[in-house]
C-alpha cells in the first residue's frame, strides 16, 4: 500500500462545478503539500499546510491531521483548471517528500 | 525573481552515453532534489542535497550520480548504468526538506534511443 494515497485518480467536470480531490496518508508528517502539474510538465506549489484550513483565489485546501486526510477544493471550476494535482507529505521521521501518483483533472467548458 | 532552472527541457541521447541534466537556484536554498517521473507513478528521489559537498541517495539512486559544488547548483547525470534512462526529471529546492514549501523546475524530458 502506498503511504499517500489520492482519489480519484482521474475526474473531469464542467465548468462551474465544485471540485474535491483527496490525499491520504500513513505516516507521520511535518507537512502536507499540495502541488499542480500542467500538460508541460512543470510543478507549482498550492499549498503547504500543517493544520487547518488555507484558501487561496478559488482554491481550499484543508488537512485532518487526526484522520490522516487532506482535501483540495476548488469552487467554480474553469478549464485553466485543468492539471495534474498531486499530494505530498513530509515525512516527520525521515524529513523527505513522499509523493501521491496524482490526479488527473480535466474541466470542459 | 527567484526560481529553479533546469536545462534543457528536451534532451535526446543515444543508448550507452551519460548525458546531465542542469538545475540551477537562485533561492538560497539548502536543500536540493531530483525526482523521475514515469506515467502512471508518483515522483520518486533519485538523489537529495542537504548542504554543499554532501549528498545522499533516494530510493532509487542506481544508475545516477551528482555533485553539489555551489550551493545553486544540483547538477544530475544519468549514466549507461541506468537501465530504463527515458523519463520526465524534475528538479527541487527547499530552504530545508519536508517541512518547508518545496520549488520545482519545470522538468527535463529525456529520451534514449
Known amino acids: 500500500k502506498n503511504e499517500v494515497e489520492q482519489s480519484p485518480q482521474n475526474l473531469t467536470a464542467q465548468e462551474g462545478e465544485f471540485i474535491t480531490i483527496n490525499c491520504s496518508y500513513s505516516v507521520g508528517i511535518s507537512a502536507l503539500h499540495w502541488l499542480q502539474q500542467h500538460p508541460g510538465g512543470g510543478i507549482v506549489s498550492l499549498f503547504m499546510?500543517?493544520?487547518g484550513k488555507k484558501k487561496h483565489g478559488r482554491l481550499i485546501a484543508t488537512i485532518n491531521i487526526q484522520e490522516k486526510h487532506s482535501s483540495l477544493h476548488i469552487t467554480a471550476s474553469h478549464p485553466r483548471d485543468s492539471a495534474v494535482y498531486i499530494c505530498a507529505v513530509g515525512s516527520y521521521n525521515t524529513d523527505k517528500l513522499i509523493f501521491g501518483t496524482g490526479t488527473r483533472l480535466q474541466v470542459f467548458p | 525573481d527567484g526560481g529553479i532552472t533546469q536545462s534543457p527541457k528536451y534532451l535526446f541521447r543515444k543508448e550507452g552515453q551519460n548525458v546531465t541534466l542542469s538545475c540551477e537556484q537562485n533561492l538560497n536554498h539548502d536543500a536540493m532534489y531530483w525526482y523521475r517521473q514515469d506515467p502512471g507513478q508518483g515522483l520518486r528521489l533519485i538523489y537529495y542535497?542537504?548542504?554543499?559537498?554532501?549528498?545522499q541517495k533516494g530510493d532509487i539512486a542506481e544508475g545516477y550520480s551528482v555533485s553539489r559544488e555551489k550551493k545553486e547548483s544540483f547538477p544530475l547525470t544519468v549514466t549507461s548504468a541506468q537501465k530504463n534512462p527515458t523519463a520526465f526529471y524534475l528538479c527541487a529546492s527547499s530552504a530545508r526538506q519536508g517541512g518547508t514549501e518545496a520549488f520545482f523546475g519545470q522538468g527535463t524530458r529525456l529520451t534514449v534511443v
Open positions: 499546510l500543517s493544520s
Open positions: 542535497s542537504q548542504i554543499v559537498n554532501d549528498f
